[in-house]
């Protein structure tokens, strides 16, 4: 500890004895206040040493109240002490301590309302972060004293809300991630990943239903152990083949949108409708490769090709749905494709996305794509997609057959024009309508949809794509957690099946 006192204290031998009896009695006094100091933190739960010093959490874990009666029974205030104590066991059941460093207020303040959000209903905690927060917010901001003080609560309020995002966005029924729309409301998906995973560490498993059905949709189970083996041992197309993408050597289409519609909660990457949707006119993925795609599928899937059609109770989590999806089949069914696809992402489409939207997409490895699917459109059945908001930062299609296997179909925009179009040229319905192995990619939140085929069969696989927030900011997983004092449950809970198909860093 003496190697730590400023150098200023130990520069003072100039002044006479006295006062260098008083200032080493005063130096003894501090170490000994600063040595006790360190030994009640330490005792602190959750407390660790770091380079020598004691590090108490930010914010510990809930104790019972009663742990206060032991400390505050002594002293010639006890009685006091206890009568508080029987008042604040009315209305609370634990506590937390919290690190007193001068933000311990805010923090406390904060971690308190987060945790009585998690104890809501679903429903009352939308309203209750939307009304409720807000108002004390402006109410704690016209008490604080001054800028700096003002601008610490909000900043950290702010912290906290993007993790409350996680917990308040989340529907009622067990949403559709098909759909790439409930997960996509949170900001910052790999946060709210590992909070909800920390808040079921905390209650159980049988206790946070809720929170288990809000990570539902953010949990993605691997293949089989089986299918995966099988996929990885199969000689899949373009395996091996690690040719760049040559953006020059794509030719696109661009189409652009008048703005952003106001109904757009999570808002977007891209900052403006230019050139807001690419369509190729050349193939980004090698024809056969598509072919094989739909040939394995269909190999594999027959009729486990999963319909959810005319569910009325399976809307989108922006309740935006009102009719059902076409046949869905997720990749990791089916051997084979999950490896292809993200190979394919890797040397192709994720390239590809990056170099056709630069300013929103620094690079190429911020990119995730959140689980996959294949869609099948088919004339007598679900022929068509109402026109939506994907709740993603990015969505592109991939043809995956050619246009003469049906009649109709394409991708719906319902106001948009070529990017190089005069102002006087008005906006209106267009249909991308890519031949196989083409693309057609907007930001999510561009109102869109499937336009109805009216004979065959069309294949696409539609991609959910999210800028990871963690990787462009550097900051680590789990660092929301951290802020406030908790550990992450171990990554084990976070079951990733791939390095490019989900929001792991
Ligand atoms: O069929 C299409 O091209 C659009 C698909 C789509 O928008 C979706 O699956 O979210
Ligand atoms: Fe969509």
């Known amino acids: 500890?003496?190697?730590?006192?400023?150098?200023?204290?130990?520069?003072?031998?100039?002044?006479?004895?006295?006062?260098?009896?008083?200032?080493?009695?005063?130096?003894?006094?501090?170490?000994?206040?600063?040595?006790?100091?360190?030994?009640?933190?330490?005792?602190?739960?959750?407390?660790?040493?770091?380079?020598?010093?004691?590090?108490?959490?930010?914010?510990?874990?809930?104790?019972?109240?009663?742990?206060?009666?032991?400390?505050?029974?002594?002293?010639?205030?006890?009685?006091?002490?206890?009568?508080?104590?029987?008042?604040?066991?009315?209305?609370?059941?634990?506590?937390?301590?919290?690190?007193?460093?001068?933000?311990?207020?805010?923090?406390?303040?904060?971690?308190?309302?987060?945790?009585?959000?998690?104890?809501?209903?679903?429903?009352?905690?939308?309203?209750?972060?939307?009304?409720?927060?807000?108002?004390?917010?402006?109410?704690?901001?016209?008490?604080?004293?001054?800028?700096?003080?003002?601008?610490?609560?909000?900043?950290?309020?702010?912290?906290?809300?993007?993790s409350a995002?996680?917990?308040?966005?989340?529907?009622?029924?067990?949403?559709?991630?098909?759909?790439?729309?409930?997960?996509?409301?949170?900001?910052?998906?790999?946060?709210?990943?590992?909070?909800?995973?920390?808040?079921?560490?905390?209650?159980?498993?049988?206790?946070a239903e809720m929170l288990v059905r809000a990570l539902g949709q953010m949990r993605r189970t691997g293949p089989s152990p089986a299918l995966e083996a099988e996929g990885v041992a199969l000689a899949w197309p373009g395996k091996g083949d690690e040719s760049k993408y040559a953006a020059g050597e794509t030719r696109f289409e661009r189409l652009s949108a008048p703005a952003w519609p106001n109904d757009c909660p999570r808002g977007t990457y891209y900052p403006t409708g230019h050139a807001a949707i690419a369509v190729s006119t050349t193939p980004v993925l090698p024809p056969d490769?598509?072919?094989?795609?739909?040939?394995?599928?269909?190999?594999?899937?027959?009729?486990?090709?999963?319909?959810?059609?005319?569910?009325?109770?399976?809307?989108?989590?922006?309740?935006?749905?009102?009719?059902?999806?076409?046949?869905?089949?997720?990749?990791?069914?089916?051997?084979?494709?999950?490896?292809?696809?993200?190979?394919?992402?890797?040397?192709?489409?994720?390239?590809?996305?990056?170099?056709?939207?630069?300013e929103a997409i620094p690079t190429a490895d911020v990119l995730r794509c959140h689980d996959a699917f294949i869609s099948r459109y088919t004339s007598e059945g679900m022929n068509s997609l109402e026109v939506h908001q994907d709740t993603t930062d990015f969505t592109f299609t991939i043809a995956l057959n050619p246009s003469s296997e049906y009649e109709g179909g394409g991708t719906l925009f319902p106001n948009v024009r070529p990017a190089d179009a005069d102002n006087a040229q008005p906006f209106a319905n267009h249909v991308a309508a890519p031949e196989v192995g083409c693309v057609v990619s907007f930001p999510g939140r561009l109102h869109h949809g499937g336009h109805p085929i009216t004979s065959g069969v069309r294949y696409i696989i539609p991609l959910f794509i999210y800028l990871d927030r963690n990787k462009l900011t550097d900051r680590e997983r789990g660092y929301l957690l951290h802020e406030a004092g908790i550990v992450p449950a171990a990554p084990a809970g976070l079951d990733v099946f791939s390095k490019h198909l989900n929001a792991q860093r």
């Open 1 to 162: 500890m003496a190697a730590a006192l400023p150098a200023a204290i130990g520069a003072t031998e100039a002044g006479t004895d006295n006062d260098d009896d008083d200032l080493k009695r005063a130096i003894a006094e501090s170490m000994r206040m600063a040595h006790e100091q360190q030994e009640a933190a330490l005792t602190t739960p959750g407390a660790r040493v770091e380079a020598g010093m004691v590090v108490v959490p930010n914010v510990g874990d809930a104790a019972p109240l009663s742990i206060l009666e032991a400390e505050y029974a002594a002293g010639d205030h006890g009685a006091l002490w206890a009568a508080k104590l029987r008042a604040l066991s009315a209305r609370y059941v634990a506590i937390r301590r919290v690190r007193g460093d001068g933000n311990c207020f805010y923090r406390s303040l904060w971690m308190g309302y987060m945790e009585r959000l998690l104890a809501l209903p679903v429903a009352e905690r939308r309203r209750f972060w939307e009304e409720e927060v807000p108002s004390l917010v402006s109410t704690m901001r016209a008490h604080l004293p001054d800028d700096e003080r003002r601008h610490a609560f909000v900043t950290l309020g702010e912290t906290f809300a993007r």
């Open 289 to 358: 490769e598509c072919a094989w795609v739909v040939s394995q599928a269909e190999r594999v899937a027959k009729e486990r090709w999963m319909s959810d059609h005319s569910d009325a109770t399976k809307k989108g989590a922006d309740m935006i749905w009102t009719k059902g999806f076409p046949d869905r089949l997720w990749l990791r069914e089916v051997p084979g494709l999950v490896e292809w696809f993200e190979h394919r992402l890797r040397t192709r489409l994720f390239p590809m996305l990056q170099s056709l939207y630069p």
């Open 165 to 207: 995002c996680a917990l308040c966005n989340v529907p009622d029924s067990a949403p559709d991630s098909a759909a790439g729309a409930a997960d996509a409301a949170l900001e910052e998906y790999a946060e709210a990943r590992v909070l909800l995973e920390a808040g079921i560490e905390h209650c159980g498993a049988e206790n």
